[in-house]
């Protein structure tokens, strides 16, 4: 079998189409059951942070200055007692979450901003602005009731934004299969 520009792209925006519509399916599930979606991140974070422990630990012994082994214990301890109290305090976790979460919805939106404005002469970059001002809103509306939201917010306003990230991925998607088609 010969392979071609046309496969090639049409084998990646398959890929690529698979992962928007897990996005939007998870994106939905996420705002149906928006409170269990907030737990289930923060105990995410909470085991990303024991996971991180662990390897600056790891790090720590591989490392040959004593200066940088003791960094590396210190942020070791660091993330390890973080890590354990999101676990043991999730609604404390829920609610510091939320207040990073909005940050970085802030962050995400302005970038898309930018994107499309460097973008701005491409197919498909009017899709990264408008996410880019939903992710905006989002964040907005985070920091309006935070921290009495905490409870729904992180579960709605991620999935909303998984969901309307998806749509984005799947319009580019298709708009890269027309250009090479």
């Given at each position: 079998?010969?392979?071609?520009?046309?496969?090639?792209?049409?084998?990646?925006?398959?890929?690529?189409?698979?992962?928007?519509?897990?996005?939007?399916?998870?994106?939905?599930?996420?705002?149906?059951?928006?409170?269990?979606?907030?737990?289930?991140?923060?105990?995410?974070?909470?085991?990303?942070?024991?996971?991180?422990?662990g390897l600056h630990l790891v790090y720590a012994f591989r490392a040959a200055r004593a200066g940088t082994v003791l960094w590396e214990i210190l942020l070791a301890i660091v993330?390890?007692?973080?890590?354990?109290?999101?676990?043991?305090?999730?609604?404390?976790?829920?609610?510091?979450?939320?207040?990073?979460?909005?940050?970085?919805?802030?962050?995400e939106g302005v970038l898309e901003l930018v994107l499309s404005y460097q973008l701005r002469q491409e197919t498909g970059a009017g899709w990264i602005l408008f996410d880019g001002?939903?992710?905006?809103?989002?964040?907005?509306?985070?920091?309006?009731?935070?921290?009495?939201?905490?409870?729904?917010?992180?579960?709605?306003?991620?999935?909303?934004?998984?969901?309307?990230?998806?749509?984005?991925?799947?319009?580019?998607?298709?708009?890269?299969?027309?250009?090479?088609?």
């Amino acid at each position: 079998m010969e392979r071609t520009l046309s496969s090639d792209v049409h084998r990646a925006t398959t890929w690529s189409i698979v992962v928007s519509i897990l996005m939007i399916v998870a994106g939905v599930l996420a705002i149906a059951s928006p409170l269990m979606a907030g737990v289930v991140v923060t105990a995410l974070v909470g085991w990303l942070l024991l996971f991180s422990a662990g390897l600056h630990l790891v790090y720590a012994f591989r490392a040959a200055r004593a200066g940088t082994v003791l960094w590396e214990i210190l942020l070791a301890i660091v993330y390890g007692v973080v890590g354990f109290y999101v676990l043991a305090n999730p609604g404390v976790g829920l609610v510091t979450l939320t207040f990073v979460i909005a940050f970085f919805l802030f962050v995400e939106g302005v970038l898309e901003l930018v994107l499309s404005y460097q973008l701005r002469q491409e197919t498909g970059a009017g899709w990264i602005l408008f996410d880019g001002i939903v992710t905006l809103i989002l964040a907005g509306l985070i920091w309006a009731k935070w921290p009495s939201s905490s409870v729904w917010a992180i579960g709605t306003l991620i999935g909303v934004s998984m969901f309307f990230s998806g749509i984005t991925r799947l319009m580019l998607s298709y708009s890269v299969r027309k250009i090479v088609a």
